[in-house]
C-alpha cells in the first residue's frame, strides 16, 4: 500500500498502474484483461454490453482518472488524502440528490465484495439472510459470515481463502432461492415468506440479524421485496438490521433516498450500471443505523482515509489506496454524464431498449430468454422513475433443439470478444462484442447476460437506433457463432 512519501518522492506510478492496484486478485491483468474480461485501458472500438459484470473503462473515465492524477503530482504540498476521499464523497452524495444528508456515513472500499464483509463487522449481527450468491457473488456469503473470500486483499496482503477474520465472531449466513430449478423466477410472495421465516426462527434464538436485500440481482431481480424488509425491520426494530445490496448501483436517487429513510444501509458500486473500472465499492451508513462495532480485521479491507470519521479506530490501516481514488474519480465522470441528461429521456431511451431486446429474445430460436420480474418496490416507491424499467437482460443459448452445457456457454462468451473475420465474411464476424459473464440459474444451465448501462443511456438519448442497432449486432455474432461447424 502507498504513502504520502510516494506523493513527495515523485514515485507514483502512471495513471494505468495505479488503476490496477488495491483491488485484491480479480484485478490483475492476465492475457491482457481481468478476470472480468476487461482490458486496463480505454477499448472504443470493444461493443460492451457487460455492465452488469463490469466494464473496460472510456476514454472520459481514463481522462479523469489521469487528471487527478496530474493534480496530485504536480502540487504534492498541497494533497491531503483525506480532503480527496472527501470530495469524492461529496460528489457521490450530491449525485444521488443526497446535498443534506443529515448524518449519512460513506465509506468506500475496493468492491462490493469488501463493502458486504465490512457491512456485517460494523453491524455484528449472530445471524445474517441474503438471496442465493448465484444471483449476488459468489465470495459475498464468506465476507458476510466473517471470512477471507480471496486470497489476497485490497492492502496487498496475502490471504488463505475462507480462512475466518476473527475466531470469535463468525456469523451465520442462509441463503435463499430466487430462482426454480428451471431457472425461472420465483413468485416473490414465496421468496418473502421464507425470508420472514428465516428471519423469525433466528431471533427466537437471540442476537440481531442482518437482513441482505439484493436490488438488482444478477439477473434482474429485486429480492425479498421492499415491503418485506420494511415490515420485518418495523416488527423487530432492535433485532433486525437491513443491508440493500445495489451493487448494481441501477437505482435513482428517489429510490435510493426512500431507503435511506427507512434506515437501510446501501452497498453501491461504481463499476456496474455507472461502467466506471472495476473494484470501486462504497456503503451508505443512515444516522439511524447506531451502536455500530469497532470491527476486528477491516485494516485487510480499508484504510482510515477511506472510512467516514469515528467509524473505528484511526491508527488502523493508514496506507493510501490510490487506485481506489483514481477509479470513483472514473466513475463519477461517467454519473456526471447521466445525470446531465434528463430523467425523461433516459426513460424513454431504456423502454426503446428493453422492448427491441425482448422482442428478439422471444424470436430467435437460438436464444432463450430468462423470465424477469416486473421491477416494482410497492410500499417503497411509486415507480415512475428510469429505475423501474429492465436493464439486465438474461437468456440462455440454444443449437440443435438442445440447451448449451455451461461450459459451451462461456466457450461462446470468450469468442465473442475474438475478431473472427478468418472464419466468416459475416458482417457479425469481425465484431468484437461483450456480454455479461455466464451465470448459473437453476439447474438448467447458464446464462448470458445484455446489460444497457449509464454510458449507453447518455449516447441512447442522442443516437436511440445507433445503441440498438449495436446491441442487434451483438446478438447476431451469437446466431454466427451458434452456425459454425
Not at 51 to 68: P, Y
Not at 111 to 133: K, Q
Not at 291 to 316: A, Q, V
Request: charge should be neutral; proline fraction near 5%; hydrophobic fraction near 40%.
Amino acid at each position: 500500500m502507498r504513502t504520502f512519501k510516494d506523493v513527495q518522492t515523485g514515485e507514483l506510478p502512471d495513471t494505468l498502474s495505479l488503476l490496477l492496484e488495491g483491488g485484491d486478485a480479480r484485478i490483475r491483468i492476465v492475457s491482457g484483461c481481468n478476470e472480468y474480461g476487461c482490458r486496463p485501458n480505454p477499448d472504443p472500438a470493444l461493443i460492451s454490453f457487460a455492465s452488469c459484470t463490469a466494464s473496460t473503462i472510456s476514454e472520459s473515465g481514463f481522462a479523469a482518472a489521469d487528471a487527478l492524477r496530474q493534480r496530485i503530482v504536480k502540487e504534492p504540498s498541497g494533497f491531503t488524502c483525506d480532503r480527496e476521499f472527501s470530495r469524492i464523497r461529496q460528489e457521490l452524495a450530491s449525485l444521488c440528490d443526497l446535498q443534506d444528508p443529515g448524518g449519512l456515513k460513506i465509506l468506500f472500499a475496493a468492491s462490493g465484495t469488501d463493502i458486504h464483509l465490512i457491512a456485517s463487522r460494523l453491524i455484528a449481527p449472530e445471524h445474517i439472510i441474503m438471496v442465493e450468491a448465484a444471483e449476488t457473488g459468489r465470495g459475498v456469503p464468506l465476507a458476510l459470515s466473517g471470512h477471507h473470500f480471496g486470497t489476497g486483499s485490497a492492502r496487498g496482503r496475502c490471504l488463505a481463502r475462507e480462512d475466518a477474520l476473527a475466531e470469535d465472531t463468525i456469523f451465520s449466513v442462509s441463503e435463499v432461492s430466487i430462482r426454480n430449478a428451471d431457472g425461472s423466477s420465483r413468485d416473490a410472495r414465496e421468496i418473502d415468506d421464507d425470508v420472514s421465516r428465516l428471519v423469525s426462527s433466528r431471533i427466537k434464538t437471540g442476537g440481531r440479524v442482518l437482513l441482505v436485500l439484493v436490488d438488482i440481482s444478477k439477473t434482474g431481480i429485486i429480492a425479498p421485496s421492499p415491503s418485506c424488509a420494511m415490515e420485518l425491520k418495523e416488527r423487530y426494530p432492535r433485532s433486525v438490521e437491513v443491508l440493500v445490496d445495489a451493487c448494481q448501483f441501477r437505482l435513482s436517487s428517489s429510490t435510493l433516498k426512500a431507503y435511506l429513510d427507512k434506515g437501510f444501509m446501501i452497498a453501491l458500486t461504481g463499476s456496474k450500471f455507472l461502467t466506471g473500472p472495476a473494484f470501486s465499492g462504497a456503503l451508505l451508513i443512515p444516522e439511524t443505523v447506531r451502536n455500530l462495532k469497532t470491527p476486528d480485521g477491516l485494516p485487510l479491507s480499508s484504510s482510515r482515509f477511506e472510512r467516514p470519521e469515528k467509524i473505528w479506530p484511526e491508527g488502523t490501516g493508514t496506507g493510501i489506496n490510490f487506485g481506489l481514488l483514481l477509479r470513483w474519480e472514473a466513475a463519477l465522470a461517467e454519473f456526471r454524464a447521466f445525470r446531465g441528461i434528463p430523467e425523461k429521456a433516459a426513460a424513454e431511451f431504456l423502454h426503446s431498449f428493453a422492448r427491441a431486446i425482448r422482442c428478439r429474445l422471444t424470436s430467435d430460436p437460438h436464444l432463450e430468454a430468462l423470465t424477469v420480474p416486473v421491477i416494482k418496490r410497492l410500499g417503497l416507491t411509486e415507480g415512475k422513475s428510469w429505475d423501474a424499467i429492465q436493464t439486465i437482460f438474461p437468456f440462455r443459448l440454444r443449437k440443435d433443439g438442445r440447451r448449451l452445457e455451461p461450459q459451451e456457454t462461456l466457450h461462446i462468451h470468450d469468442l465473442l470478444q475474438k475478431d473472427l473475420s478468418n472464419l466468416s465474411n459475416h458482417p457479425a464476424a469481425s465484431l468484437r462484442c461483450s456480454l455479461g459473464q455466464p451465470v448459473r440459474c437453476g439447474e438448467t444451465g447458464n446464462a448470458l447476460r445484455l446489460c444497457a448501462s449509464a454510458r449507453l443511456v447518455v449516447e441512447g438519448v442522442e443516437n436511440p437506433g445507433t445503441v440498438i442497432r449495436r446491441a442487434l449486432s451483438v446478438l447476431d455474432k451469437i446466431d454466427l457463432l451458434l452456425n459454425l461447424p
